[in-house]
């Protein structure tokens, strides 16, 4: 199975600071990457797919980008709603694995 | 709009089985893949298993911590998805989300929409 790696697992920040989440995976799986966030408390939602498609209605403060087995998410500017846990997920395999998460939260 | 509901949690006995239910609504179900993923308490997100839709044979794949042990399933006509959970551990104690699988147009899939979820327990 393919193996998601994330960093880091926590960071602290304030609203209006730009952030970057690294996603790797252990073998080459070109741009089959999807970031989702979930918010305290409820289910998760997808950001991007394609490692770089912003989903529908999601902010265009969320930026990815990456390809093989390294990927960035990216936040330009973190706004209150933002302070959960973000996850990566391959989709190359169908044996679709997430990362282990990344928790933001209020320095 | 589109709804998962999933049903079916409960306080269970090491070993013993459940069955987990999702309804959707809002989309052509017979259409779309369906799949299922957890959370154990204070953990983060699990694949748990797929199947995809009856024109691909509603075939199925699972996570190995789960494969010979829990069967994903489908019935088109009520809109359901299923989990059946058999000999039960400690382990597989999480919310278990249902989840809409969709396609992104590049011949893969992402996880378009999710349920609240169901809380499973295993404990003695």
């Known amino acids: 199975d393919i193996q998601m790696t994330q960093s880091p697992s926590s960071l602290s920040a304030s609203v209006g600071d730009r952030v970057t989440i690294t996603c790797r995976a252990s073998?080459?799986?070109?741009?089959?990457l999807n970031w989702y966030r979930q918010k305290p408390g409820k289910a998760p939602e997808v950001l991007i797919f394609?490692?770089?498609t912003l989903q529908r209605g999601v902010p265009s403060r969320f930026s990815g980008s990456g390809s093989g087995t390294e990927f960035t998410l990216t936040i330009s500017s973190l706004q209150p709603e933002d302070f959960s846990s973000y996850y990566c997920?391959?989709?190359?395999?169908?044996?679709?694995?997430f990362g282990p998460g990344t928790k933001v939260d209020f320095k | 709009e589109v709804h998962l509901v999933e049903s079916g949690g409960a306080l269970v006995q090491p070993g013993r089985s459940l069955r987990l239910s999702c309804i959707a609504s809002?989309?052509?179900?017979?259409?779309?893949?369906m799949s299922w993923v957890r959370q154990a308490p204070g953990k983060g997100l699990e694949w748990v298993s797929f199947?995809?839709?009856?024109?691909?044979?509603?075939?199925?794949e699972y996570a190995g911590s789960v494969r010979d042990r829990f069967t994903i399933s489908r019935d088109d006509s009520k809109s359901t998805a299923y989990l059946q959970m058999n000999r039960l551990t400690i382990e597989d104690t999480a919310i278990y989300y249902c989840?809409?699988?969709?396609?992104?147009?590049?011949?893969?899939?992402?996880?378009?929409?999710w349920g609240q979820g169901t809380l499973v327990t295993v404990s003695s």
């Open positions: 989840t809409r699988v969709s396609p992104d147009g590049a011949g893969s899939y992402i996880f378009d929409n």
């Open positions: 809002g989309f052509t179900f017979a259409e779309t893949g």
């Open positions: 199947i995809r839709t009856e024109a691909y044979g509603a075939t199925t």
């Open positions: 073998e080459d799986i070109s741009t089959f």
């Open positions: 394609g490692a770089s």
């Open positions: 997920q391959q989709s190359f395999s169908t044996l679709f694995t």
